[in-house]
Nanobody, 131 residues
Framework: QVQAAESEEGMVQAGGSLRLSCTSTTFGLIFDDFDDYVMAWLRQAPGTEREVVGCISWSGEYTHYSDSVKGRFTIARNNDNGTLSLQMNGLKPEDTAMYYC???????????????????WGQGTQVTVSS
């Protein structure tokens, strides 16, 4: 397994695992406000539209995933230390993309798989999965 901060590159072979993480600093948020935000991970491969791969509610109780990653990727957050993570298992070459952690104001108990709901973005990290 390889771990990478959101601003670092991650390279693995197909079938491998990679963990991305972000903090409140990544978003430029005040640590005490971290749990006021829903969060998500987006990705974009060259020549394709951005895809919301998963989101997590402010409490961490609710998560949603795109069909392309469901069962392989897991989003988690720790509001006590202001961290967001994306655990990626069973990686495939088609998972190769630039990955972004994003945050937006929470409007309720759930999160939304809509890019426009997220106004704070991390710098992005390139994930490359070789066959």
């Amino acid at each position: 397994q390889v771990q990478a901060a959101e601003s670092e590159e991650g390279m693995v072979q197909a079938g491998g695992s990679l963990r991305l993480s972000c903090t409140s600093t990544t978003f430029g948020l005040i640590f005490d406000d971290f749990d006021d935000y829903v969060m998500a991970w987006l990705r974009q491969a060259p020549g394709t539209e951005r895809e919301v791969v998963g989101c997590i509610s402010w409490s961490g109780e609710y998560t949603h995933y795109s069909d392309s990653v469901k069962g392989r990727f897991t989003i988690a957050r720790n509001n006590d230390n202001g961290t967001l993570s994306l655990q990626m298992n069973g990686l495939k070459p088609e998972d190769t993309a630039m990955y972004y952690c994003v945050a937006g104001p929470s409007n309720g108990r759930y999160c939304e798989m809509t890019e426009s709901k997220y106004e704070y973005w991390g710098q992005g990290t390139q994930v490359t999965v070789s066959s």
